[in-house]
């Protein structure tokens, strides 16, 4: 019996040992990549992270928040919804500086998401693991590239796969702490709750009996997670906002323009992005339901079917539901094909394949096909972070940043038509107050005829309190009520804009000569001041 427990522990340290190697393989190629770019990765989020963990880094105040944007939760409710993925940046800054500090803790999460699925394909007994591992790396496109982005959904990954396992392995006590790790790290990171669903169904179906246990572990854990957050009450809050109110907006038809990555997307962009990953997905489907009409279904067969496939329209809609679909998606087929190989009908289809085709030259054909299409991937993630090399929009920011502090009074709102500029501007200006912070849909919160004044100044370059047609105002009136509207609603006696002399708002504040004064221009930006 001790000779059992010493083998079984010397099994776990080896397999622990290899999940070192898988992450320390995947780290170096993912801080190869980020440190073949001089900034961050994404003109956007990543900004925002990087300068609030720099600014928790230089107060040494773990639960600083600013009132960076009057009209946003960061001043009505302030929290921090990734704090704890903030706190740790914040010691990786401390000790490797800025940028630098962000890169490295960026490649750790990235490595983590194959390390963690790496321990739990073998802890499942799946073949060929490592294998397993290069596909999820190559199968899509639009999933490596987003690990390469310095934001906390790439760490929320491993929390998210390591919250299955551990409702599949029935470790409660485990779940619960990984749980509240993701909720102290993520504010989406209630969506756990999906798997408890689906193993609630699973475990009726082969039981008959409702199995507690889980809901509970996994509601204790997000209870802790809030509880242990700095600002529990108000991160309620915005967690109200994020996982119901933005996709409420969306679905009734409010456009608030938010980001692209919860935007519908084709059916064209998912599979030009994960053609590899739908095709092999498609064939572990086909498998399933033959394994599902000769009654050979097991519970870690159903949950991942009920589990991927609940992601499945999420991933088919919107880029954001790839990360989390697809590790559930590649052990649902890993799964799938090592239960065909091991089933009675494989020596049968493989005599009558022999029968009709040469192996060798059917192999040779199907490993170049997927070759080609993992290359493809890969190619593409490689030509993102090669444009984004190559993007000099960094030292605009930072010129025009620059002025503003040293030109508009401190805490001055700055009028900005595209609300994905803010975490950039911020990056190098916490001197100035914004108004839609990282998000449009807190300042629709906050009001929305304010939303609705800044979003028609941004996008029409009119003034209307309200959705377009505004019927109540001629269009002279709408033109000439910018000026109104930004010095006595939005309180923004400063916009910097795109430099694009074509654009409807660019147009207004350079003909309304007597409202507006330019005041500062580079190739990508121009400052406007409004006139008293």
């Known amino acids: 019996m001790d000779f059992n427990k010493i083998l079984f522990f010397a099994m776990q340290v080896k397999l622990l040992f290899k999940s070192g190697g898988v992450f320390i393989l995947f780290y170096f190629i993912f801080f190869g990549w980020q440190m073949f770019v001089p900034y961050l990765m994404s003109t956007d989020d990543p900004y925002y992270h990087a300068k609030h963990s720099a600014l928790i880094a230089a107060s040494g105040d773990v639960t600083f928040v600013g009132q960076w944007a009057p009209t946003h939760f960061l001043t009505t409710a302030p929290t921090d919804p990734w704090w704890l993925y903030h706190v740790i940046t914040a010691g990786f800054i401390k000790v490797f500086g800025l940028l630098v500090g962000v890169k490295i803790w960026a490649a750790f999460a990235a490595a983590f998401v194959f390390a963690s699925a790496y321990f739990i394909f073998n802890r499942l007994n799946i073949t060929y693991a490592f294998v397993w591992m290069f596909f999820l790396f190559v199968a899509s496109s639009i999933f490596t590239a987003r690990l390469t982005l310095e934001r906390p959904f790439v760490i929320s990954i491993p929390f998210f796969f390591l919250g299955y396992y551990f409702l599949y392995q029935r470790r409660y006590f485990w779940l619960f702490i990984a749980t509240a790790l993701y909720v102290l790290t993520y504010n989406l990171a209630p969506i756990i709750l999906l798997l408890v669903a689906v193993f609630l169904a699973v475990d009726f179906y082969f039981s008959r009996t409702l199995n507690l246990k889980p809901s509970i572990a996994v509601l204790g854990g997000i209870a802790a997670g809030i509880i242990l957050h700095p600002h529990p009450l108000n991160y309620i809050y915005v967690m109200s906002v994020h996982l119901v109110k933005v996709f409420y907006y969306l679905l009734s038809g409010v456009n608030l323009n938010t980001g692209s990555e919860i935007q519908l997307h084709s059916l064209a962009d998912f599979l030009e992005g994960n053609f590899l990953i739908a095709l092999f997905y498609i064939l572990a ?138 975490p950039q501007m911020f990056f190098y200006n916490n001197h100035n107050r914004y108004l839609t912070a990282f998000g449009p849909e807190f300042l629709y919160e906050y009001n929305p005829a304010v939303y609705y004044t800044w979003a028609n100044i941004a996008y029409r370059g009119v003034y209307c309190p309200h959705e377009l047609p505004c019927l109540e105002f001629s269009p002279r009136r709408e033109i000439r009520g910018v000026k109104f509207a930004l010095k006595n609603i939005l309180n923004a006696p400063t916009a910097i804009l795109p430099n694009q002399p074509d654009s409807w708002v660019y147009k207004v504040f350079s003909t309304l000569t007597g409202d507006f004064i330019k005041v500062y221009e580079n190739k990508e930006l121009v400052i406007f001041k409004v006139k008293e």
Do not use: C
Request: aromatic residues 22%; hydrophobic residues 50%.
């Open 285 to 422: 489907l086909a498998v399933f339901f033959k394994l599902w009409s000769d009654k050979k279904v097991n519970r870690l067969s159903l949950s991942l079917f009920l589990a991927s496939i609940s992601w499945f329209p999420v991933a088919l809609l919107i880029p954001r539901g790839t990360e989390y679909w697809l590790p559930l998606a590649v052990l649902f087929i890993a799964y799938n094909f090592q239960a065909l190989r091991q089933s009675a009908d494989w020596p049968i289809f493989q005599t009558q394949l022999r029968q009709k085709i040469t192996p060798s030259l059917l192999s040779f054909f199907i490993l170049s096909a997927v070759a080609m299409f993992a290359a493809y991937n890969i190619f593409t993630v490689f030509m993102f972070v090669y444009e984004r090399r190559q993007d000099t929009s960094d030292y605009y920011f930072q010129g025009a940043n620059d002025w503003l502090m040293h030109n508009t009074p401190r805490d001055s709102v700055v009028f900005y038509p595209i609300w994905s500029m803010f």
